[in-house]
C-alpha cells in the first residue's frame, strides 16, 4: 500500500508527494498525526498549541479530507507520538512506500530520519515543497549559508532570476518556482474512501468548532489568494496598507493558511506574478513577493541552523542576562503592561490568535527591550496563541528582536508611543481593543500619561526610558 503522510502540507494543489502516489497505480492512503508533543508543557506554563490554533487545524484537516475523497484517498488523523504512529501504520497495513513532503523543522527531520531507518525496506519519497527552492537551486551550502536576510537575498539574486524591485515582469521568473500540476482522478486503481486504518473522527472528537474571523483549510486559503492577490486595489496598493493594525485586508492575511501548508507558496509567488504580468508590477506588488522571500530565509536558516534557532542564547557564543519575572511576564501576555499598543496587541491575540507584522515587532520588543524578559517565554507564548505559528518565522523574528538572532546590534527598541501614533494616527486600534471612549484625540491614546487625563487607565509597569537604561546597563551597553 502507498501511504501518503500529510504534515504541514493540508492541500491538495501543488502536493508532489500526493500526485507520486496517484500515478504508481497502486492503493493509495492518506494519513495526518496530531503530534502529542503539541500539549506539551513549556515555560512559564504553557502549550505549545492552544485551543484556537488547533480549531483552525482540525478545520484545517476536514477540509483536505473532502478534498482527498474526491480523490477516492481516505484520510486516517491519528493522535500520539508522530513515530510511534507511524510505525504501527506502517506495520499494520503492510506500507510498502511513504510520500511525503521534506520540512526544515528539527523535530520533522527527526522524525523522518527516525522512521527510514526503522523501515529500510519500505521506500521513502521524500519531495521539496515547503518553499519555494529547492536545495538543488540554493547557490550557497550549510557551510557558508548567508546569515542575514540582505546577504540570502543578494546571493540568490545573483543566480536566480527571481523578481527584483527595480525590474519589471519576465516569464523566467514565472517559470522559476513552478508548482506541482495533480494529474485527474484514476479511481479504477484507488479506494473507495473506506480507510484501512482509522477514521477522521478518532483524531478530532470532542473538539469545539470555535468561530473565528478566519476559516481553516486549503478552500479558505485559496479563496483569501483570490480576494487579495486578484484584487488589484489591495495587491497594487499593499506596500502603503501593509502596516495597518485593524483592518483586515491592510494585509494579505495569507499567513493563516502558508503556516500549515494549506496553501502552496508557489501558488502565492505565481498569483502575484499573474497579476503583474496583466498590470505591470508596482513597488506593492513586489513587497508582497518580498515577504514571501522573509519566509523563505527563515525556513532555510531554520534548515540550516537545527536547534541553535530555539536556545536561549540563539547565534550568540555565550548567554545575556534574561529576567525570568512569571508577574511581569503575565502582565504582558494579557495586555496589562499600561502601554496601550501593546495591551491593544495583546489583547487581540488574545481574543483571535492573530496581530499585525507591525504589532508582533512592538510586543516582541517591549518584553524583550523594556522588560528583559526571556525571549523564548514571549516565542513560546505566539506558538501557543497565533493561529499563523510557523516555527522558523517565529523564533526567527522573536530572536531578531531579542538581539540573539542574525542581526546582533546593540540595543534596538521600538518606541512603543511614537510606533502607536505613527500608524494608527486616530487611535482606532487601541480605542477598538482596549474599548477606550471614542472622543479621546488620536494624537492622545498611545501616550499613557495623555490617556490618564480622560479615563482611568493603569500605570505602566515601567517607565520607557527608564527601562530601556536599565537594560542597556544589564547587557554592558553603558
Known amino acids: 500500500m502507498n501511504l501518503v503522510w500529510f504534515r504541514h502540507d493540508l492541500r491538495i494543489h501543488d502536493h508532489l508527494p500526493l ?119 540554493l547557490p550557497f551550502d550549510r557551510s557558508v549559508f548567508p546569515m542575514s536576510f540582505s546577504r540570502f537575498r543578494r546571493e540568490l539574486e545573483k543566480i536566480l532570476p527571481i523578481p527584483t524591485k527595480a525590474a519589471v515582469f519576465s516569464p523566467q521568473e514565472a517559470a522559476l518556482f513552478q508548482e506541482t500540476v495533480m494529474p485527474p482522478a484514476q479511481g479504477t486503481h484507488l479506494n473507495d474512501n473506506r480507510s484501512r486504518i482509522r477514521p477522521l473522527t478518532d483524531g478530532l472528537a470532542g473538539y469545539p468548532n470555535q468561530k473565528r474571523f478566519v476559516e481553516g483549510g486549503e478552500t479558505a486559503g485559496i479563496r483569501q489568494l483570490k480576494a487579495f492577490v486578484h484584487d488589484p486595489e489591495r495587491l497594487f496598493a499593499y506596500k502603503e496598507t501593509r502596516d495597518g493594525l485593524l483592518r483586515f485586508h491592510d494585509s494579505s492575511k495569507l499567513s493563516f493558511w502558508l503556516a500549515n501548508g494549506s496553501l502552496s507558496p508557489k501558488r502565492v509567488y505565481q498569483d502575484i506574478l499573474q497579476m503583474e504580468a496583466e498590470h505591470g508590477r508596482n513597488e506593492s506588488s513586489y513587497w508582497l513577493f518580498f515577504e514571501l522571500l522573509w519566509r523563505e530565509y527563515f525556513q532555510w536558516l531554520m534548515w540550516m541552523t537545527g536547534s541553535r534557532l530555539f536556545q536561549r542564547r540563539g547565534f550568540l557564543p555565550e548567554d545575556l542576562p534574561w529576567h525570568e519575572d512569571e508577574h511581569v511576564f503575565a502582565k504582558w501576555a494579557k495586555g496589562e503592561t499600561g502601554y496601550p499598543l501593546v495591551d491593544a496587541a495583546m489583547k487581540e491575540l488574545n481574543a483571535t490568535g492573530y496581530m499585525s507584522n507591525r504589532a508582533r515587532q512592538n510586543a516582541a520588543s517591549f518584553l524583550t527591550k523594556n522588560l528583559g524578559i526571556d525571549w523564548r517565554w514571549g516565542a513560546r507564548y505566539f506558538e501557543e496563541q497565533l493561529l499563523d505559528y510557523d516555527p522558523a518565522s517565529n523564533y526567527g523574528n522573536w530572536a531578531y528582536q531579542a538581539g540573539v538572532g542574525t542581526d546582533m546590534r546593540e540595543l534596538r527598541a521600538f518606541h512603543v508611543i511614537r510606533q502607536g501614533e505613527r500608524y494608527d494616527p486616530g487611535g482606532d486600534y487601541a480605542k477598538y481593543w482596549l474599548e477606550l471612549p471614542e472622543h479621546i484625540p488620536g494624537k492622545d491614546v498611545y501616550d499613557p500619561d495623555k490617556l490618564k487625563l480622560y479615563t482611568g487607565v493603569s500605570e505602566p509597569i515601567v517607565n520607557f526610558a527608564d527601562s530601556l537604561e536599565k537594560r542597556k546597563k544589564e547587557l554592558g551597553y553603558s
Open 19 to 137: 500526485k507520486n502516489a496517484l500515478q504508481s497505480e497502486r492503493e493509495t492512503e492518506a494519513v495526518y498525526v496530531l503530534d502529542s508533543r503539541n500539549h506539551e508543557s513549556v515555560s512559564p506554563g504553557l502549550r505549545r498549541m492552544g485551543a484556537k490554533r488547533f480549531d483552525f487545524l482540525a478545520e484545517s484537516l476536514r477540509d483536505l479530507e473532502q478534498s482527498l475523497e474526491k480523490l477516492a484517498v481516505p484520510l486516517a488523523v491519528l493522535a500520539g507520538t508522530v513515530t510511534a504512529v507511524l510505525e504501527d501504520v506502517i506495520r499494520e497495513n503492510e506500507v510498502t512506500n511513504v510520500y511525503v513532503h521534506a520540512h526544515p523543522g528539527v523535530e520533522e527531520r527527526k522524525d523522518l530520519e527516525e522512521l527510514m531507518q526503522r523501515f529500510p525496506e519500505v521506500r521513502f519519497h521524500v519531495s521539496a515543497g515547503h518553499t519555494l527552492l529547492r536545495p538543488d537551486q
